[in-house]
């Protein structure tokens, strides 16, 4: 594994290219990436580098927004077969009847979207912004795709705005069963229990923290407590349990696993920066459009 961690630093430097990894991706991605988060994080990192190729290690709507925010930079996803189920829910025609049901709300859609889809949307969000991007168009209704679950977790924290959510959902998140949270508390009660709000709304009510995979990493950081019980995807786990070796991370069902986000490998990111194959375009018109929705997003602080 050194040796083809040496050869991607080298290239890297050779060929003025970063590596963003989500916390998702494989562990040993981390030896080669410049910047490992969520994805507001990554899509903030996107949007300010000065390197020639931004290899997403990632799924494809995670580079796709990349090139959305820099048109100029190559982006390369290391393998074609990252996608997200719950991107793939919802198309450009979809989200267009979707908001012909409803004429005049505005429209908030999840970055786990296509280009197409975006670009329907007035502004994006992730999973650690989201209440406060709606809150900031304070509008009494709300579009919200393609995540119904986070749409549910958001009209649960904003009681005065009605959340009309697409019916979408990430079946990583889903197979996580409120029964199998209740045991687990039981075996551990001095535990903290940390989920993603992409998961069942029974799911987030045992949960003592809500938040994005970086939310969720910086909650067991600074918490004092010694064990932590986690609902979201075992990439999350993997880097906790490196990161304090001193606590201890149990994720609460071993189905917690996104395959997609899997399939990039330290050999496909060595094979795109030597060929500068997989590289991700998206059409200039939709681009601009998306873009609108993703910058309003990245500079929303609330
Ligand atoms: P984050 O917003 O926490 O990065 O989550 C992305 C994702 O795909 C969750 O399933
Ligand atoms: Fe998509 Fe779910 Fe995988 Fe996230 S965990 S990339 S939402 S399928």
Not at 281 to 288: C, D, G, M, T
Request: include cysteine.
């Amino acid at each position: 594994m050194q040796e083809i961690i040496e050869k991607i630093n080298k290239l890297k430097k050779e060929r003025r290219a970063i590596i963003l990894a989500h916390c998702y991706q494989n562990v040993e991605i981390d030896n080669v990436a410049d910047y490992v988060g969520d994805s507001l994080g990554l899509s903030r990192i996107a949007a300010k580098t000065d390197a020639q190729i931004i290899v997403f290690a990632g799924v494809y709507f995670m580079a796709e927004t990349a090139k959305i925010l820099s048109p100029d930079k190559k982006v390369l996803l290391p393998n074609l077969n990252s996608g997200c189920q719950m991107a793939n829910m919802i198309d450009m025609k979809r989200m267009k009847e979707f908001k012909a049901q409803h004429p005049g709300v505005p429209v908030v859609c999840y970055v786990n979207s296509t280009a197409e889809v975006k670009a329907e949307a007035d502004v994006c969000c992730t999973s650690s912004n989201a209440i406060d991007i709606v809150r900031s168009l304070n509008a009494k209704k709300v579009l919200f795709a393609p995540d119904c679950y986070l749409g549910s977790w958001v009209a649960k924290k904003l009681p005065d705005v009605e959340i009309i959510s697409y019916h979408g959902f990430c079946p990583t998140h889903l197979r996580l069963m409120p029964d199998e949270v209740k045991k687990m508390r039981i075996l551990y009660p001095d535990a903290a229990t940390l989920v993603h709000p992409e998961c069942h709304q029974e799911v987030v009510k045992y949960a003592d923290f809500v938040g994005s995979t970086t939310q969720i990493m910086q909650y067991c950081e600074r918490s004092k407590k010694k064990t932590f019980l986690i609902g979201t995807e075992k990439g999350v786990v993997d880097r906790l349990s490196r990161d304090f070796p001193e606590k201890e991370f149990i994720l609460i069902s071993d189905r917690l696993v996104c395959h997609n986000m899997k399939y990039n490998t330290l050999e496909d990111i060595l094979h795109v920066l030597e060929t500068g194959e997989n590289e991700v375009f998206v059409e200039e018109h939709l681009r601009k459009l998306a873009l609108g929705a993703i910058e309003r997003m990245v500079e929303c602080r609330v």
